[in-house]
């Protein structure tokens, strides 16, 4: 068997969930492959700071598998598909932890193994990995071989939990959506304060049946 060139990157987790797989796409449909069929796919997206040295390097690795698989010089296409985005890019910027980082995207069609720092023991409860949080991802790369659409694969191998942080919650932030729209008019029959209620109703006495008579007994 061939050895893997495992590559790495550690930072933080800020998009995708380790332990729940993606069944649908973007537009809220079935997710498929480039044949149609339907397929699960596990995925994370991991942001590290620019200044991450070791990032870079490995950066760079991803660069050279790109070249050696498309030769014909389609890495230097504005759309091949690197899998690594700017966070900094003005579609990406607002997103919560991308600014001042370079942000990977990893796939896995398969459940993906994770393990506590120095996979020490493996992590089986999806709740002790939540966005927010700090990975180290050992991942492999590889050129799509897709000439209409060139671009590499980040493949997720393991995922190793290192460090805690705020957690990202999914959804928008609620602070900048309603902030934003501005104070709220009162609507008509509202009030500002709990309505007081009227006493609680008593229910009537129940009247209690008179006693029967014992019949005189007969002499």
């Not at 120095?118 to 897709?146: E, H, L, M």
């Amino acid at each position: 068997m061939t050895e893997q060139n495992y590559m790495f990157v550690t930072g933080r987790l800020v998009q995708g969930d380790v332990f729940t797989p993606q069944i649908k796409n973007m537009n809220g449909g079935p997710l498929t492959d480039l044949k149609g069929n339907p397929k699960v796919q596990y995925f994370i997206a991991v942001a590290v700071e620019k200044t991450d040295a070791a990032m870079m390097q490995t950066f760079e690795q991803i660069k050279q598998v790109a070249i050696a698989g498309f030769p014909g010089g389609e890495t230097q296409r504005p759309d091949f598909a690197w899998k690594v985005i700017d966070g900094d890019d003005l579609k990406h910027a607002g997103k919560t932890g991308f600014a001042g980082c370079m942000v990977f995207r990893f796939t896995s069609g398969f459940p993906v193994k994770a393990y506590t720092k120095g996979a020490a023991s493996q992590i089986v409860d999806p709740n002790q990995i939540k966005r927010g949080y700090y990975v180290r991802v050992a991942f492999t790369a590889v050129a799509n071989n897709n000439a209409t659409k060139p671009g590499v694969y980040l493949n997720t191998s393991l995922v190793e939990l290192v460090g805690y942080g705020d957690e990202i919650a999914s959804g928008p932030d609620a602070t900048a959506v309603l902030g934003a729209a501005g104070a709220v008019a009162m609507p008509a029959g509202a009030s500002a304060t709990p309505v007081a209620s009227g006493p609680p109703m008593t229910p009537a006495p129940i009247p209690t049946p008179a006693p029967i008579p014992t019949p005189a007994p007969i002499p």
